[in-house]
């Protein structure tokens, strides 16, 4: 039990570091922006409870707002995706998982993962992104930062993902 707390708390703390220090100075064509944080919530173990799950979605979310001084956009796009983690497992899984494990190409199958992974990063930046703009004022260019960055964003946690393929306990 102890294990996995500590995973999570290491990956925390691992991704906020990176989201601040490396990944929220880069952005491509002021286009795309990778928001690889998002892994900490995907990846939490199936043992915390749903209630656990959007705490520490928030508690997330908030600290890479502190950093970012973002005055709680993060907050609120990592506490949506905390809130349907569940029900979206639920939905691409369909079978009962162990208690121990962990959302992986492994634990759920590829499709499954990549839908599941694809699904809520696409939520949270659909969120993220209509929280910033305030304003629907530039559609076309709010759709194109949204699509651009979902790719991007997804594509890289596919890539951190296939180095732990070949783990059997995914971890």
Known sequence: MIKPIL???????FFVLLQVW?????????IVEPFLYICVILKLPMQITRSQGILISFLLGFTIDVFSNTLGMHAA???????LRYPLIGVYVGKELTENA?????TFGTAAFMRYVATLTIIHHVTLFLIESVSLFDPAFLFLRIFASVILTT????VLEAFNVNRKNSD
């Not at 490396?22 to 002021?30: E, G």
């Not at 796009?77 to 809130?83: R, V």
């Not at 962990?102 to 492994?106: E, I, L, Q």
């Not at 594509?155 to 596919?158: D, E, G, M, T, W």
């Open 7 to 13: 995973k999570t708390i290491f990956r925390f703390v």
């Open 22 to 30: 490396v990944l929220n100075n880069l952005h491509l064509f002021r």
């Open 77 to 83: 796009a990592c506490t949506l995706i905390g809130f």
């Open 102 to 106: 962990t959302p992986s190409y492994y």
């Open 155 to 158: 594509l890289c946690i596919f």
